[in-house]
């Protein structure tokens, strides 16, 4: 069974840009959560999807935006990117919603510059 | 919003001993969850407990939930040097409504 794909695994971007990663969940399972983490705030919840919407969102800008396609796969979206946006970007899979067992893909590593 | 303090934040062992972290939270949790991350790698999840109370074992990893709903200790017996990484422990409240709250993780080093 192939476990959480997250595309691209490595990313630099401008200052000002926007970037979207790209997240595939294990198959079956219909919730994708996202997570920020960072060497000084660690592992910080942004946002859940579950069957398309959003169910719950987490302390971040409206910078920060999602969506879920009907197959489950999720993006994540942020515009106008700061140099404090640099951090490792997790997404998480599970079979139910509310971020049960969940199971971390290998991550994002987005550095702003 | 929900915190959870895990410590310690670092350990220094020798290969064969025994190890001990936990997490405290001053909120209730209804799930308590334990992962462990290697450099470069997302978190791998090693335990999961659903009851006040549950302990349970995952090789030589053992976990329980602790009565109040508000703590969690994560036990490794007999470390190997594989065992090295950053051991995170995760909370969720009811209709994980935030999402899964982490600890700050305890940093597990091993001396040959």
């Known amino acids: 069974k192939a476990g959480v794909t997250q595309t691209p695994r490595y990313l630099i971007k401008t200052r000002g840009q926007q970037v979207t990663l790209s997240c595939s969940p294990i198959?079956?399972?219909?919730?994708v959560s996202w997570y920020q983490q960072t060497p000084g705030q660690g592992l910080q919840f942004l946002f859940e999807?579950?069957?398309?919407?959003?169910?719950n969102k987490g302390n971040f800008p409206g910078r920060f935006s999602g969506r879920q396609f009907s197959n489950s796969r999720s993006e994540m979206n942020v515009s106008t990117l700061e140099l404090g946006d640099s951090a490792l970007y997790l997404c998480?899979?599970?079979?139910?919603?509310?971020?049960?067992?969940?199971?971390f893909g290998q991550g994002t590593r987005l550095t702003v510059v | 919003g929900q915190q959870l303090n895990q410590s310690p934040q670092s350990m220094f062992i020798q290969e064969g001993e025994d190890v001990s972290m936990n997490c405290t939270s001053s909120?209730?949790?209804?799930?308590w969850l334990w992962y462990k991350q290697e450099p470069g790698e997302g978190p791998v999840l090693l335990i999961a407990?659903?009851?006040?109370?549950e302990l349970t074992s995952n090789g030589r990893l053992t976990a329980q939930f602790g009565i109040t709903r508000k703590d969690s200790f994560l036990n490794i017996s007999a470390s190997i040097p594989s065992d090295v990484g950053i051991y995170f422990c995760?909370?969720?409240?009811?209709?994980?409504?935030?999402?899964?709250?982490f600890g700050k993780g305890t940093h597990l080093i091993i001396q040959p």
């Open positions: 995760a909370g969720a409240s009811g209709g994980g409504a935030d999402g899964l709250t």
């Open positions: 407990l659903y009851k006040a109370g």
């Open positions: 198959s079956g399972h219909r919730s």
């Open positions: 909120s209730i949790f209804n799930t």
């Open positions: 999807y579950f069957s398309e919407t959003q169910r």
């Open positions: 998480a899979s599970s079979l139910r919603a509310g971020g049960y067992e969940a199971f």
